[in-house]
């Protein structure tokens, strides 16, 4: 393996119009050399468009992308020296595995032997060697994606570039070539530029996420930063499995306490707000499943209260529980033994000092 070159790739101000709609808005971002990013976002948040602009497959309207300190707007995709994983494989249906995964190398003018040491390793890596002779109609969909990623490896590019890999995949296909990406990424340490809509993907895979929405950067953190401290309603709404649910609670005219309509009140986590709560404001509260607990006291420091349970989604070693708290609706995570049943009322504990807050006409977190 040759000496890995680096790759830090900064987006600098970079705007994307389409006609008289923009689609990309001013967005900045830098990925550090070696660094798994993924860009994730609901359907037509821009995450695609961001990543195929990386790739000099549709042009930038205003601003600058860098790739290992080259601004490199102006590159044709083929001198921007990335490799790209498609959704759709993009296979040559009549070449061989082994044609499929050389023909980039053969077009730049590589040796035979050549071809074969980085073919044979990449084949390696991938676990396909006993596939190369075979063509792309007689592999299953994740073995046509481990050719894909296989043609992508032997480029040895500076930035893999990966546009939603796994979507046509079946759940169990998805977490076998998601773990195959994961090994990739520490074989070589390449920097990689991972897009799709499925949090849990982006949540196991990334580094660092970057959460988009309608071409606007919600927030840029790590998984766990975006987990436990989302940055907008937004956020905290799209990311986790399931994501955080929401109650809309008012403010004691001190500004110490929260309530909710059924007239439970809460505590305002203290500090939480820098100045305190506004007085007879109302904000929205987010609990995460694992916050909102079956039974009295379940939770340290939590506030006990009844709920309604609505549905109820038995997972083995847990069952989630749609509850109707206080007039609003919230998920719980129950054990699987709790013996409830739809319709029940029960008493639930919700976790108050792991309650988030936001602006209701912002969406912003507030936190002090």
Request: aromatic share 6%; proline share 5%; hydrophobic share 40%.
């Amino acid at each position: 393996m040759r000496e890995r070159r680096v790759a830090a790739v900064t987006i600098r101000k970079v705007r994307k119009v389409f006609g008289k709609v923009e689609v990309i808005h001013g967005v900045d971002l830098t990925f550090q050399d070696g660094e798994f990013v993924v860009l994730v976002g609901p359907s037509g948040c821009g995450k695609s468009t961001l990543l195929r602009m990386i790739a000099g497959l549709e042009s930038v309207t205003d601003g600058e992308i860098d790739i290992g300190g080259v601004v490199v707007n102006d590159f044709a995709p083929r001198d921007r020296d990335i490799a790209m994983v498609f959704q759709d494989y993009a296979l040559y249906p009549h070449k061989s595995v082994y044609d499929n995964m050389g023909f980039g190398l053969k077009m730049r003018g590589a040796s035979p032997s050549e071809i074969a040491e980085r073919v044979k390793e990449a084949a390696d890596v991938l676990q396909i060697g006993h596939l190369l002779d075979r063509r792309p109609g007689q592999l299953s969909g994740g073995q046509r994606q481990r050719v894909a990623m296989g043609r992508a490896i032997v480029r040895r590019p500076r930035v893999f570039l990966f546009d939603e890999p796994l979507s046509n995949l079946d759940a169990q296909l998805r977490a076998e070539v998601r773990i195959e990406i994961k090994k990739l990424h520490q074989r070589f340490g390449t920097t990689i530029v991972y897009v799709t809509h499925d949090q849990v993907e982006a949540m196991t895979l990334a580094d660092r996420i970057a959460v988009l929405r309608g071409g606007v950067l919600e927030q840029f953190a790590t998984p766990d930063d975006i987990y436990n401290k989302p940055a907008s309603k937004f956020v905290a709404g799209f990311m986790g499995s399931p994501p955080m649910s929401f109650a809309r609670l008012t403010a004691s005219a001190d500004g110490k306490t929260l309530a909710m309509p059924s007239g439970t009140v809460l505590p305002a986590r203290g500090g939480l707000v820098m100045g305190g709560l506004s007085g007879g404001k109302s904000y929205d509260a987010g609990f995460r499943p694992e916050h909102v607990k079956l039974g009295a006291d379940a939770l340290p420091g939590g506030v006990n209260t009844t709920a309604r349970v609505e549905i109820l989604e038995p997972l083995g070693a847990e069952t989630l529980a749609l509850l109707t708290v206080g007039g609003a609706v919230l998920t719980g995570r129950f054990p699987p033994q709790a013996g409830v049943k739809s319709g029940d009322e029960v008493t639930v504990s919700l976790g108050a000092a792991d309650m988030h807050l936001f602006d209701t006409e912002t969406g912003r977190a507030l936190v002090a």
